[in-house]
T-cell receptor, first 108, second 114 residues
Framework: AQRVTQPEKLLSVFKGAPVELKCNYSYSGSPELFWYVQYSRQRLQLLLRHISRESIKGFTADLNKGETSFHLKKPFAQEEDSAMYYCALIYNFNKFYFGSGTKLNVKP | DVKVTQSSRYLVKRTGEKVFLECVQDMDHENMFWYRQDPGLGLRLIYFSYDVKMKEKGDIPEGYSVSREKKERFSLILESASTNQTSMYLC?????????????FGDGTRLSIL
């Protein structure tokens, strides 16, 4: 069963436009949710996690338990934001799921 | 800074060979993971280990085994490589005590089975 769904394989926006990368998850308890990013020719790295409620590189993500979503948002996209983004879900200390990823392309 | 090192960036092997992928981390993390990363499928967990000699199957363990004899090292073994195991393999580590802690990834090994 697909635990984490990222419906968009590719998202193209112009520089300065708002961007939202969607993530929905399947779990009825209290999840740990993360966004990871992989820039071209770099290793996968943490962008942010819901528990810290922080903004990293202008990105934020809010956990909506009612809609089981954890969408990633940024009000003004930059060209350097172009990358592959993965949503991840962890629960019970031994369940780890990643989504299929969304490639964000920010055009000049 | 956490360092997760995978022994090879690129590897080419033949069908039927026994293949070893090695991963070492330097932060005394209890958890270590092996994923495969395929376009359109994202990351899928093959195996993870939460302690020395302990392991749990992930979503796609078939055709793979793992070994964790020392805390810092986690090996992925393809017992008899097949072409459908051609993929990018990522190793990661994280502390066990807090599931809210992120995983730290290596650079990946791009494995081609001919």
């Amino acid at each position: 069963a697909q635990r984490v769904t990222q419906p968009e394989k590719l998202l193209s926006v112009f520089k300065g436009a708002p961007v939202e990368l969607k993530c929905n998850y399947s779990y009825s308890g209290s999840p740990e949710l993360f966004w990871y990013v992989q820039y071209s020719r770099q290793r996968l790295q943490l962008l942010l996690r819901h528990i810290s409620r922080e903004s990293i590189k202008g990105f934020t993500a809010d956990l909506n338990k009612g809609e089981t979503s954890f969408h990633l948002k940024k009000p003004f996209a930059q060209e350097e934001d172009s990358a592959m983004y993965y949503c991840a879900l962890i629960y019970n200390f031994n369940k780890f799921y990643f989504g299929s990823g969304t490639k964000l392309n920010v055009k000049p | 800074d956490v360092k997760v090192t995978q022994s090879s960036r690129y590897l080419v092997k033949r069908t039927g060979e026994k293949v070893f992928l090695e991963c070492v981390q330097d932060m005394d993390h209890e958890n270590m993971f092996w994923y495969r990363q395929d376009p359109g499928l994202g990351l899928r967990l093959i195996y993870f280990s939460y302690d020395v000699k302990m392991k749990e199957k992930g979503d796609i363990p078939e055709g793979y085994s793992v070994s964790r004899e020392k805390k810092e090292r986690f090996s992925l073994i393809l017992e008899s490589a097949s072409t459908n195991q051609t993929s990018m393999y990522l190793c990661a580590s994280s502390p066990y005590s807090d599931p809210g802690q992120p995983q730290h990834f290596g650079d990946g090994t791009r494995l081609s089975i001919l």
